[in-house]
Every structure is written in structure tokens, then in C-alpha cells.
T-cell receptor
Framework: KQEVTQIPAALSVPEGENLVLNCSFTDSAIYNLQWFRQDPGKGLTSLLLIQSSQREQTSGRLNASLDKSSGRSTLYIAASQPGDSATYLCAGGGNTGKLIFGQGTTLQVKP | AAGVIQSPRHLIKEKRETATLKCYPIPRHDTVYWYQQGPGQDPQFLISFYEKMQSDKGSIPDRFSAQQFSDYHSELNMSSLELGDSALYFC??????????????FGPGTRLTVT
């Protein structure tokens, strides 16, 4: 059974800092890993999707990596901005497409 | 670009009542997923449909049922509502399951409050 864990649960950084969010999963037979952003009380915005055959994906200031052998994924945010403040969720996708989510990392970027 | 549409956005029901949540996927998406997110919790997978057939089932109570229609929209029916059913219900859609990409696009959610 797939379990997804995110560390840390919360993170506070000053504006401009580069940061890394961590995600670990127990079942290496994932089909993909997806990173989402969620603002309080709002929906989920897909940030990056990494297929199981890929090692990383980049979008703007975001870079996500996937290491199936170690069961880990990281989301790197460069030059953080106050607008990046949100909860970031990673989710592992199985062969039917269903996503198993981690508990999320709540990020606060201070001006 | 068109997104996933969910209705209603907010719903208040009393215990033991029924509720129906609707989801309209992105055009050409034929797979729909339902998730439940309780207060302070991560989203939990409920059920999914591909080409109008149930493709996977998660921790969905027997009081809940769902289906996908010929136009690919989906409905989640919830009966005998309990206080613990209060949550944000998300629908997500993606292209066919057989494809290599299962990137899911989420709707804004329906906030259900049971009193």
C-alpha cells in the first residue's frame, strides 16, 4: 500500500531564499508523481508532473526531481516570493491513476 | 482554457439528508476522480471512472455512490449524511488511463457542511 510522507510540515523563509520541499513514498512502483499547490480553502493547482521514467521536470522557478530507487521526490523553489506562500502537496500516482497524497508542507515566505 | 467545473460550490445539509455533487471534466477528458479533503487533512481518493465504468475505488462509504454519464460528467450521490461528511470534495479529470500521462486537473471543489 502506497504511503506518502512530506517533510517538513511547515517552513518559514525570508523572501529571496531558495528552498527544497521533500516527499517520500513507500511503493517504488508509482506511475508518476505530481506536485500541487493549495491556497487556504481553495482547490489544487497542478505544478509539475514527473513520469516514472523521468528524473526531473522544470517550470519557471520550480524544479521537481524523482528518484524511484530511494522513494524520494523534491520540489525546489528558487528565489522564493511572498506569493509562493501556500501548502504544497505531493501525490504518487498508481496504475489506475488514483493519487495518494502526502500531508503537505505549509510554506510561508516573509517579505 | 476550460477547467474542471464542479457544482454546487457550497452546500449545507442536515444530518440524514442526501446530497448530489456534480463534476464536468475538461473537454476530451474521459477519466474522472473524486477526492474528499477533511479539515486540515490531505485529499483522500474516493472513486474513479474511465469511459463510464468504475476504474478504481478507495475509502468511499457505502452510503455514497457515483457514476459517469455518456457526456463524461460525473455525479457523487451521498445519502444519510453524517457530521463527519463535512469536507471539501474535489473532482479531477484526466485523459485516458491508457496514456502515459495521468496528469490530473482539479476542480475548485464543493464545500459540504453537514449540520
Amino acid at each position: 500500500k502506497q504511503e506518502v510522507t512530506q517533510i517538513p510540515a511547515a517552513l518559514s523563509v525570508p523572501e529571496g531564499e531558495n528552498l527544497v520541499l521533500n516527499c517520500s513514498f513507500t511503493d517504488s512502483a508509482i506511475y508518476n508523481l505530481q506536485w500541487f499547490r493549495q491556497d487556504p480553502g481553495k482547490g489544487l493547482t497542478s505544478l509539475l508532473l514527473i513520469q516514472s521514467s523521468q528524473r526531473e521536470q522544470t517550470s519557471g522557478r520550480l524544479n521537481a526531481s524523482l528518484d524511484k530507487s530511494s522513494g524520494r521526490s523534491t520540489l525546489y523553489i528558487a528565489a522564493s516570493q511572498p506569493g509562493d506562500s501556500a501548502t504544497y502537496l505531493c501525490a504518487g500516482g498508481g496504475n489506475t491513476g488514483k493519487l495518494i497524497f502526502g500531508q503537505g508542507t505549509t510554506l510561508q515566505v516573509k517579505p | 482554457a476550460a477547467g474542471v467545473i464542479q457544482s454546487p460550490r457550497h452546500l449545507i445539509k442536515e444530518k440524514r439528508e442526501t446530497a448530489t455533487l456534480k463534476c464536468y471534466p475538461i473537454p476530451r477528458h474521459d477519466t474522472v476522480y473524486w477526492y474528499q479533503q477533511g479539515p486540515g487533512q490531505d485529499p483522500q481518493f474516493l472513486i474513479s471512472f474511465y469511459e463510464k465504468m468504475q476504474s478504481d475505488k478507495g475509502s468511499i462509504p457505502d452510503r455514497f455512490s457515483a457514476q459517469q454519464f455518456s457526456d463524461y460528467h460525473s455525479e457523487l450521490n451521498m445519502s444519510s449524511l453524517e457530521l463527519g461528511d463535512s469536507a471539501l470534495y474535489f473532482c479531477a479529470s484526466s485523459l485516458e488511463q491508457g496514456a502515459s500521462s495521468y496528469e490530473q486537473y482539479f476542480g475548485p471543489g464543493t464545500r459540504l457542511t453537514v449540520t
